[in-house]
Each structure stands twice: as structure tokens, then as C-alpha cells.
């Protein structure tokens, strides 16, 4: 009986362990392409979308992921032209979304990332993301 109580204690234990680190990685909710406003904004959707699926996987222990950090180079690259030829009421938003984004890549690639950027990065996407679908 002692040998068969730990048995059947430790899948529980288990099964408590991985639920807690899957609630960490839920996705963001996040709007359909369709919420987006025609124009830059619909352009623009699917790079708003993913970065706002690749924020909450920034962490805050000074490191990112070099494939996140491939992504965010793939998503300010895109985003940076976008602001380019965005109408005057959007590029502003747009623009400061892409320094937010550089900011974070700099300090990423030289390990010295912090979570303070990953919040000031997450509040210029909650901007740009209102900014675009908040005209519907």
C-alpha cells in the first residue's frame, strides 16, 4: 500500500504542473483580420496579429528566443513600410509600434532585454491595434 500511494499521487502532481504552464502560454484574444478598418489597417492585420500572439512569449528574464527575435525582425520590417505609407492619422501609431519593436530587438540580441520593454511594447500594439479597429 505505501509503494501504491505515491503512484497514484504523483499523475496528479503531474497533471497540476502542465496545466499551470499551459495557462502561461494561452493565446491573447485577439480581433478577426475582418475587425480591421479597410486600407493600412487590413494591410497591416496579419503583422498586428502576430505580434500581438509573439508579445506574451517575450518573457522578462533578459533573454528572447532567437526565432522570436527573427519574427520581430520579419514584423518591424513589414510593419516600418506599412507606417511609410500609412494615412497621417495612422503613422504616428504605426511608427512608434515599430521603434517599440527595435527596441526590444536591440536589447534581445545583446541579452539585455527587459520586461519593462516588453510592457511598453504590448501598450504601443494595444494603441495601434484600438487605432484600427475601433472605426468599425
Known sequence: MRRLVPLLVLPLLLAGCSSSSSSQ????????????????????????LDLGRTIPRL???GSV??????????TQERLDFVAQTAEPELAP????????IGAVRIRAV?????????????????????????EQ
Request: hydrophobic share 35%.
Open 59 to 61: 518573457g522578462g528574464d
Open 93 to 100: 501609431v504605426l511608427s512608434t509600434l515599430v521603434e517599440r
Open 25 to 48: 502560454r494561452e493565446e491573447p484574444e485577439l480581433p478577426a483580420e475582418s475587425a480591421f478598418a479597410e486600407g493600412t489597417c487590413r494591410s497591416a492585420a496579419p503583422d498586428l
Open 65 to 74: 528566443d532567437p526565432k522570436l527575435q527573427a519574427r520581430l525582425q520579419e
Open 110 to 134: 545583446g541579452n539585455t532585454y527587459e520586461a519593462q520593454l516588453g510592457k511598453d511594447l504590448q501598450a504601443s500594439f494595444d494603441e495601434a491595434l484600438s487605432a484600427c479597429t475601433s
